[in-house]
């Protein structure tokens, strides 16, 4: 499955965003999906996932309650809503997806966006 993030920009603390991964190649709904995230000098962290089906989801401390991941299998997109922005949600945010596994960690997931840009100014 290829995927493609885009929804970043510049924003500033208390504003919001909805970040968007399209999907193509494979059966959408057959992958549990995840984003993560990686800020200049710091190891790629995990966000949030979402299985398969999009009934069940996880998300790190660091964004539970100001977070939303969501998977549309109808229209193969995966999104996160992120609501409440701080300086230190500044990353670039990877899609990523897996047919078998379902974890919070990088080497869980086969696939990968490109990533896409998200910049918080206090």
């Known amino acids: 499955v290829q995927l493609q993030a885009s929804g970043g920009g510049l924003v500033q603390a208390g504003d919001s965003l909805r970040l968007s991964c399209a999907a193509s190649?494979?059966?959408?709904?057959?992958?549990?999906m995840g984003w993560f995230r990686q800020a200049p000098g710091k190891e790629r962290e995990f966000v949030a996932k979402?299985?398969?089906?999009?009934?069940?989801?996880y998300y790190s401390d660091s964004v539970k309650g100001r977070f939303t991941i969501s998977k549309d299998n109808a229209k193969n997109t995966l999104y996160l809503q992120m609501n409440s922005l701080e300086p230190d949600d500044t990353a670039v945010y990877y899609c990523?997806?897996?047919?078998?596994?379902?974890?919070?960690?990088?080497?869980?997931?086969?696939?990968w966006g490109q990533g896409t840009q998200v910049t918080v100014s206090s």
């Open positions: 190649g494979r059966t959408f709904s057959n992958y549990n």
């Open positions: 979402i299985s398969r089906s999009g009934g069940s989801t």
């Open positions: 990523a997806a897996d047919r078998v596994r379902w974890g919070p960690r990088s080497v869980d997931y086969e696939y």
